[in-house]
């Protein structure tokens, strides 16, 4: 019995420790299954040499001042923040870095882009700041270049550039292309240096124009600061090392793309969102607030914006930003509840604007509201005959204060009119007295005028004789 529990004891230790052995071969299989997976995730889609060298270009220049908006000019602000992205970048291990210019000077696209490609520069990084026509949009955006594998570079870069940019506050507006009449890369620099063979983009780190994202770009240090952000995503997209800094991007992660095609949520959405719908949910018309639900849709882009119109489409308010909007991924919420306060004695007439990644819009079905909110008090009715019982308790009761105050301006102007009439009256009985005071001023001239008479007539009477 006691070998018979020895041997049943040896076979459960044996089987404990195949056991073992079976867990760590499916330990260490999904082991190198998640790191093929993040060794995928991780892969840099531009191949590199041993040394980098990297082109920033400040935008504008010269005669070609930029954007001119809230007392900035672009062509100095861009030129601030590459010189800090130049000096962040000299920090990294292995690396050349060039500036198309460092001069206040006029320098074509083309040239940039030839400078660029005479110092075999692995990428060039233009660098700006945006503004709209109708000063109303606001958030970062990146374009890259439509042509494959170029696209893809932009897109890895422009999504370490931008997660940046959210991670500060600003809205992301996406990596972006855009095709000019002749179907190829609409902006110069782009086209240009991808006709060279030398991948481009363009940052666009916020709006200047726009009290929202005004708000980054006040001053010196903060274009600076983006300066040192960009070096920063440009250092992640390269896996450089940096022995003063004590950072090493080497093995970093970057968004995982098909190589062989383009990414799809850099491609132009030339169409509107499909449909935009509001619903009632609930209203309060004494406090003048109303709520309604939401809902939109574009299958090709992300939504980045809403507005809003009270009076069926005539004006819109500000946009603001979509809810879960995430234009690097293409996604955002289905739909969100509207809260929105209406001014008194309104019967609005609602009707909402979904935009997407390039500014195309759907509006609403109209949400017609059958009620006033907020309506103005009716008018005290007149006095009439007293009421009593019933018809008393119906009556609705008036500020004290309310009827002095009505009282007192009945009062002043009762006043007001026996002052006017005593002046009158004061006025006509003074030119009544004026005029008896001439009338008998003139009596009295006429009366010494006839003694007078009379005694010249008596004088020559009284010489006759």
Same mark, same amino acid.
């Given at each position: 019995m006691s070998r018979m529990l020895a041997g049943q004891k040896h076979m459960t230790r044996k089987g404990c420790f195949m056991r073992k052995i079976i867990c760590a071969v499916i330990v260490v299989m999904l082991s190198g299954f998640f790191m093929s997976q993040k060794i995928l995730a991780a892969s840099r889609l531009q191949e590199t040499a041993e040394k980098t060298v990297i082109v920033i270009d400040p935008g504008h220049g010269g005669e070609n001042r930029g954007t001119i908006e809230n007392n900035h000019e672009e062509k100095y602000m861009t030129m601030t923040t590459a010189l800090a992205m130049y000096q962040e970048l000299l920090l990294y %291990?292995? $690396?050349?870095?060039?500036?198309?210019? &460092? %001069?206040?000077?006029?320098?074509? +696209?083309?040239?940039?882009?030839?400078?660029?490609? /005479?110092?075999?520069?692995?990428?060039?990084?233009? !660098?700006?700041?945006?503004? /709209?026509?109708?000063?109303?949009?606001?958030g970062s955006e990146v374009w890259v270049s439509s042509v494959s594998p170029y696209n893809g570079y932009g897109y890895q870069f422009g999504y370490e550039f931008l997660s940046d940019m959210r991670d500060m506050g600003l809205l992301v507006r996406g990596v972006k292309t855009r095709l000019g009449s002749k179907g190829t890369d609409y902006y110069g620099i782009i086209r240009e240096s991808v006709t060279l063979g030398i991948p481009a983009v363009i !940052?666009?780190?916020?709006?200047? %124009?726009?009290?929202?994202?005004?708000?980054?770009?006040? *001053?010196?240090?903060?274009?600076? #600061?983006?300066?040192?952000?960009?070096?920063? #995503?440009?250092?992640?997209?390269?896996?450089?090392?940096?022995?003063?800094?004590? $950072?090493? =991007?080497?093995? =970093?992660?970057?968004?995982? !793309? *098909?190589?062989? /095609?383009?990414? *799809?949520?850099?491609?132009?959405?030339?169409? @509107?969102?499909?449909?935009?719908?509001?619903?009632? $949910?609930?209203?309060? =018309?004494?406090?003048? &607030?109303?709520?309604?639900?939401?809902?939109?849709?574009?299958? %090709?882009? #992300?939504?980045?914006? =809403? /507005?809003?119109? +009270?009076?069926?489409?005539?004006?819109?308010?500000?946009?603001?930003?979509?809810?879960?909007?995430? #234009?690097?991924?293409?996604?955002?919420?289905?739909?969100?509840?509207?809260?929105?306060? !209406?001014?008194?004695?309104?019967?609005? @007439?609602?009707?909402?604007?979904?935009?997407?990644m390039y500014d195309l819009y759907r509006e609403s079905n109209p949400y017609i509201s059958a009620r006033v909110f907020r309506p103005e008090p009716e008018p005290l009715p007149s006095a009439g005959p007293t009421l009593t019982g019933e018809d008393a308790a119906d009556i609705i009761p008036v500020n004290s204060d309310a009827l002095g105050q009505s009282a007192g301006a009945e009062e002043d102007e009762k006043l007001s009119l026996y002052q006017f009439v005593m002046i009158s009256l004061f006025f006509i009985l003074a030119m009544l007295l004026i005029i008896v005071a001439f009338q008998y001023a003139a009596y009295k001239k006429r009366k010494r005028h006839r003694l007078y008479r009379r005694k010249e007539t008596g004088d020559i009477w009284n010489q006759q004789k």
């Amino acid at each position: 019995m006691s070998r018979m529990l020895a041997g049943q004891k040896h076979m459960t230790r044996k089987g404990c420790f195949m056991r073992k052995i079976i867990c760590a071969v499916i330990v260490v299989m999904l082991s190198g299954f998640f790191m093929s997976q993040k060794i995928l995730a991780a892969s840099r889609l531009q191949e590199t040499a041993e040394k980098t060298v990297i082109v920033i270009d400040p935008g504008h220049g010269g005669e070609n001042r930029g954007t001119i908006e809230n007392n900035h000019e672009e062509k100095y602000m861009t030129m601030t923040t590459a010189l800090a992205m130049y000096q962040e970048l000299l920090l990294y %291990d292995d $690396v050349e870095v060039y500036l198309t210019h &460092t %001069d206040d000077v006029d320098m074509s +696209l083309k040239e940039r882009a030839a400078f660029a490609q /005479s110092v075999d520069a692995d990428f060039l990084f233009s !660098i700006h700041y945006n503004a /709209s026509e109708n000063h109303e949009l606001f958030g970062s955006e990146v374009w890259v270049s439509s042509v494959s594998p170029y696209n893809g570079y932009g897109y890895q870069f422009g999504y370490e550039f931008l997660s940046d940019m959210r991670d500060m506050g600003l809205l992301v507006r996406g990596v972006k292309t855009r095709l000019g009449s002749k179907g190829t890369d609409y902006y110069g620099i782009i086209r240009e240096s991808v006709t060279l063979g030398i991948p481009a983009v363009i !940052i666009e780190h916020c709006h200047v %124009d726009e009290e929202r994202d005004a708000v980054y770009c006040e *001053n010196e240090e903060q274009l600076k #600061a983006f300066g040192r952000t960009d070096a920063a #995503a440009v250092a992640r997209y390269f896996g450089l090392k940096s022995s003063a800094l004590g $950072v090493d =991007y080497s093995d =970093y992660p970057l968004a995982e !793309i *098909n190589a062989p /095609s383009n990414v *799809n949520v850099t491609l132009v959405d030339s169409t @509107e969102p499909d449909f935009c719908l509001v619903d009632f $949910v609930e209203a309060d =018309y004494e406090e003048g &607030t109303l709520e309604l639900i939401v809902s939109a849709s574009d299958p %090709d882009s #992300a939504l980045l914006y =809403y /507005s809003c119109s +009270l009076d069926g489409g005539l004006t819109f308010g500000p946009r603001e930003a979509w809810p879960g909007s995430d #234009a690097l991924r293409g996604t955002n919420d289905d739909s969100f509840h509207l809260q929105l306060t !209406i001014p008194p004695n309104t019967a609005p @007439e609602v009707i909402v604007r979904a935009y997407n990644m390039y500014d195309l819009y759907r509006e609403s079905n109209p949400y017609i509201s059958a009620r006033v909110f907020r309506p103005e008090p009716e008018p005290l009715p007149s006095a009439g005959p007293t009421l009593t019982g019933e018809d008393a308790a119906d009556i609705i009761p008036v500020n004290s204060d309310a009827l002095g105050q009505s009282a007192g301006a009945e009062e002043d102007e009762k006043l007001s009119l026996y002052q006017f009439v005593m002046i009158s009256l004061f006025f006509i009985l003074a030119m009544l007295l004026i005029i008896v005071a001439f009338q008998y001023a003139a009596y009295k001239k006429r009366k010494r005028h006839r003694l007078y008479r009379r005694k010249e007539t008596g004088d020559i009477w009284n010489q006759q004789k």
